[in-house]
C-alpha cells in the first residue's frame, strides 16, 4: 500500500476517475485485505474467523447430505418388497440437515460479521487520516464531493468483497467438490464430469460477460461522482448561483452528468439480463443431459427412481449459489474497483512529509525568530510566484508585508506554515529550516488569522475553542472580549450556542474575521501571522481590535499582511513586496522619506481616506491602487 508514484507529479499518480481500470489487479487489492482480516493483536477477531470458517465448512457438508437423505426416503417408499413403513428416522434426518444447512450459514455470518465491519473501519479511518495529510495542493485540485463518495463506496465495497468472497466464493467452491464427489459416488464419473464441466463453463462465462459489462458499471461511478460532486459545489456556492440567476445553468450541469448515469445504468440492466438468460441455458441444458442419463439408468438398468431424484436435486441445489454466484461476481469486481480507488487515495504522495527524526518546535515559550533566505517559490513551474526574498524577523518584533494584490504575500505566510516547500532557499524558525521539524509542532507553535476565514457550520463557541480544544469557559470568553466580539455575541438571542451556518456564512464578514481573531488569540502561539486581519472591519472597530492585536503580539513574533497602511505603521519593518521580489524595505518613517512605491501608495491611501472622510463612508479596500503606485 505504500508503493510510491514517480512521476512529474506525484499527487496526480493515482487514477481517481472511474473510467480507468484499476491501477493493480484485482489479487493484489483483495490480498491487501488480508491483514485486515486477520488482525494483528486482536485475538477475538481471529477467533471468530476461525470459527466462521468452521461454520461454513458444517453448513456446507450438510447442504451435500440433504439430497442423500431425500434419495433414501423415497427409494424406502418405493421398495417393491419391503412393507412400506413411513420412513420416519430419514424425514427427520432430512429436515435436520437442511435446517442445519442454513442454520450455520446465517452462523458464520452473524460471527463474521464484526471481522468485515472493523476492517472497513480502519481503513476508513486510515483513509481519512491521510486525506487530512495530504497537501493543500492536493485538496485544491480535488472535489470533496467526489472525496467523501469515494471512500463511502470504498467502505461498502470492503464490506461486500470481504462477505461474498470470504463466505460465498469459497463455499461455493466447496460444495461443487462435494457435489462432484457423491455424483461420483451415486453414478459414475460422468456425472461428475459433467458437472464439474458445466460449472466450469458457468463460471467462465459469468466472468467473461461481468467483465465486460464492468465498463458501465465503471462509467456509472465516474458520473455518479461527477453528479454528486456538481451538486454539492453548487449548493455550497448557492449564494452565488442566485447573484448571476444561474440556476438553469446548474440544472444543466447536473442533469448532463445525470444523463450519462442513466444511459450507462440502462446498458448495464440490459447486460445483466442477458448474463442471467446465458447462466440458465448453461445450467438447465446439463441439467437436461444428466436427467437424460439417469432416465435411461432407470429404464434401462435398473436405477432406481431416488437416484434419479438425487441427480436433480444436487444440481437444482447446486445452482442456486451459482446463480448468486454472478451476483457476487459482479458485487465482488464492482467493490473491488471501489476498493482500488480508495486505496489508491492512501497511495497517493504525501507531498510534504516530516523527515525521519524530525525536530519539534516547542509549542510554546519565547518569541521565535524566523528567517527567509533567498526564497523561490512556483505553484506550477512554469509560473514563479516568489523571486529571491529574504527577510528576518526577530524574537518579539513585527514585520509588515504589503504590497500590491497578488504580489506574493499570502503565499509568503503559507510558506511559513509549510503548506508548501520552496523550490530554492529556505524558511527557517529559531535557526532551524521549517523542513526539518515536524508540521505538527510547527503549526502548533503559529497562529494564523487567515484572509478568508471560513468557519465550521457549528455554534460560534465551538468555533472559537477549535482555537485550544480543552480551554475552559472563562478562557474563551476572555479570547472574545480581546477580539472586540463577546459583547455582540451575549447580545444574540442564543449567545455563544448561535449557529455560525455553512463556511459561517450567517455571520457578517466583520463578525466572521472577529472569530477567526478570538480562535487565534485563545490558541496563543509564539507567532502571529495577521493576513488582512482586521479587513473587513469599520475603522473604529479595526482601531479597537488593533489595540487588542497588539497587545497579543507584544511578546510575540508577528508577521502582518495589510492593504490599508495605517494598520501597520507601527511594525519594526515593512517590506515592499511587488511581483514576488521586496522592492522596498524600512520603516514607516524612512519608506516615506524614500518617497518611492510605498510613498506612493501611502500618498493615494491618505487621498482616499479624506475624501471618504468628506463623503462619510467607510475607506475602501485599495486593492486597486496598487497601479497608481507604480
Ligand atoms: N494554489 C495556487 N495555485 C496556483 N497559483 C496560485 C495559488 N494560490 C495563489 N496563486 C497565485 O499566486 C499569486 C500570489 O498569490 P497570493 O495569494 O500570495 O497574493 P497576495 O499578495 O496575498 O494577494 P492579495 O493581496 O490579493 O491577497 C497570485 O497571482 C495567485 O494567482
Ligand atoms: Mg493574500
Same mark, same amino acid.
Given at each position: ?22 491501477? /493493480? ?41 440433504? @439430497? ?8 424406502? $417408499? ?7 413403513? !413411513? ?56 472535489? +470533496?464531493?467526489?472525496?467523501? =463518495? ?9 464490506? =461486500? ?22 455424483? #461420483? ?26 467483465? #465486460? ?7 456509472? =461511478? &465516474? ?16 449564494? +452565488? ?14 442533469? &448532463? ?109 519565547? @518569541? ?6 533567498? !526564497?523561490?517559490?512556483?505553484?506550477? @513551474? ?60 510547527? /503549526? ?18 465551538? =468555533? ?10 472563562? &478562557? ?38 472577529? !472569530? ?13 501571522? $495577521? ?18 492585536? %497588539?497587545?497579543?503580539?507584544?511578546? %510575540? ?26 522592492? &522596498? ?16 501608495? #501611502? ?15 467607510? @475607506? ?11
Amino acid at each position: 500500500m505504500t508503493r510510491s508514484a514517480h512521476s512529474a507529479n506525484p499527487h496526480m499518480a493515482a487514477p481517481l476517475d472511474g473510467r480507468q481500470k484499476p491501477a /493493480r489487479g484485482s489479487w493484489s487489492t483483495i490480498l491487501s485485505l488480508l491483514p485486515y482480516l486477520w488482525p494483528k493483536h486482536e485475538f477475538w477477531l481471529r477467533l471468530r474467523l476461525v470459527l466462521a470458517s468452521i461454520c461454513m465448512v458444517v453448513a456446507k457438508i450438510a447442504t451435500v447430505f440433504v @439430497p442423500i437423505l431425500l434419495y433414501h426416503a423415497i427409494d424406502h $417408499l418405493s421398495a417393491k418388497d419391503a412393507i412400506i413403513t !413411513v420412513p420416519a428416522g430419514l424425514i427427520v434426518g432430512y429436515a435436520a440437515v437442511r435446517i442445519a444447512s442454513t442454520g450455520f450459514a446465517e452462523l458464520r455470518d452473524a460471527i463474521f460479521a464484526a471481522v468485515q465491519m472493523r476492517a472497513s473501519r480502519v481503513v476508513a479511518r486510515q483513509t481519512f487520516e491521510h486525506l487530512h495529510n495530504l497537501s493543500m495542493r492536493f485538496h485544491l485540485d480535488r472535489q +470533496t464531493g467526489g472525496l467523501s =463518495n469515494i471512500i463511502l463506496r470504498g467502505t461498502l465495497g470492503i464490506q =461486500n468483497v470481504l462477505r461474498l468472497a470470504t463466505f460465498n466464493i469459497i463455499p461455493t467452491i466447496i460444495e461443487l467438490l462435494l457435489t462432484a464427489g457423491a455424483l #461420483w459416488h451415486f453414478f459414475d464419473v460422468w456425472y461428475a464430469l459433467i458437472t464439474f464441466a458445466a460449472v466450469t463453463f458457468y463460471i467462465g462465462f459469468t466472468f467473461t460477460f461481468t467483465s #465486460w459489462r464492468g465498463k458501465f458499471r465503471r462509467i456509472m =461511478n &465516474e458520473t455518479d461522482n461527477e453528479a454528486q460532486t456538481k451538486a454539492i459545489d453548487s449548493l455550497i456556492n448557492f449564494e +452565488t448561483v442566485k447573484y448571476f440567476g444561474n440556476e438553469e445553468h446548474e440544472s444543466r450541469r447536473f442533469d &448532463e452528468s445525470l444523463a450519462r448515469y442513466e444511459k450507462a445504468s440502462v446498458k448495464s440492466q440490459v447486460s445483466l439480463n442477458a448474463l442471467n438468460i446465458g447462466q440458465a441455458v448453461i445450467i438447465s441444458s446439463a441439467l437436461g443431459v444428466m436427467m437424460m442419463m439417469a432416465a435411461n439408468g432407470v429404464a434401462h438398468h435398473g436405477m432406481t427412481v431416488g437416484k434419479f431424484v438425487l441427480v436433480n436435486t444436487y444440481l437444482m441445489q447446486l445452482y442456486v449459489p451459482l446463480n448468486f454466484l454472478g451476483f457476487v461476481y459482479l458485487q465482488v469486481n464492482q467493490g473491488l474497483i471501489d476498493m482500488e480507488q480508495m486505496f489508491s487515495l492512501l497511495r497517493v504522495n504525501q507531498e510534504i512529509k516530516d523527515k525521519p527524526g524530525a525536530k519539534v518546535v516547542a509549542p510554546q515559550g519565547p @518569541p521565535a525568530q524566523i528567517v527567509f533566505e533567498d !526564497v523561490h517559490f512556483a505553484y506550477n @513551474p512554469d509560473r514563479q510566484i516568489l523571486k529571491g526574498i529574504s527577510f528576518s524577523v526577530e524574537p518579539g518584533k513585527k514585520v509588515a508585508l504589503v504590497g500590491p494584490t497578488g504580489s506574493g504575500k499570502s503565499t509568503t505566510s503559507r510558506l511559513l506554515f509549510r503548506f508548501y516547500d520552496v523550490t530554492q532557499g529556505s524558511v527557517k524558525i529559531d535557526g532551524i529550516d521549517v523542513r526539518d521539524v515536524t508540521q505538527h509542532s510547527l /503549526r502548533a507553535a503559529i497562529g494564523v488569522v487567515p484572509q478568508d476565514t471560513v468557519l465550521f457550520n457549528d455554534s460560534i463557541f465551538y =468555533n472559537i475553542a477549535y482555537g485550544r480544544p480543552g480551554a475552559t469557559v472563562a &478562557e474563551i470568553e476572555q479570547a472574545a472580549r480581546l477580539a472586540q466580539i463577546h459583547d455582540f455575541i451575549v447580545s444574540l438571542p442564543q449567545g455563544y450556542k448561535t449557529k455560525v451556518g455553512e463556511r459561517g456564512l450567517k455571520l457578517s464578514g466583520g463578525e466572521k474575521q472577529r !472569530v477567526a481573531i478570538a480562535r487565534t488569540i485563545l490558541k496563543n502561539p509564539r507567532i502571529l501571522i $495577521l493576513d488582512e486581519a482586521t479587513s473587513a472591519l469599520d475603522t473604529a472597530t479595526e482601531q479597537d481590535i488593533g489595540a487588542a492585536l %497588539r497587545s497579543v503580539a507584544d511578546h %510575540r513574533t508577528t508577521l502582518v499582511i495589510a492593504h490599508r497602511l495605517s494598520t501597520v505603521t507601527d511594525a519594526d519593518e515593512i517590506l515592499v513586496l511587488r511581483d514576488g521580489e521586496i522592492v &522596498e524595505r524600512g520603516g514607516h518613517a524612512a519608506l516615506l522619506a524614500m518617497d518611492g512605491v510605498y510613498a506612493a501608495m #501611502w500618498a493615494a491611501q491618505v487621498e482616499l481616506e479624506a475624501a471618504a472622510d468628506v463623503a462619510g463612508v467607510e @475607506p475602501a479596500r485599495l486593492e486597486s491602487v496598487p497601479e497608481a503606485a507604480d
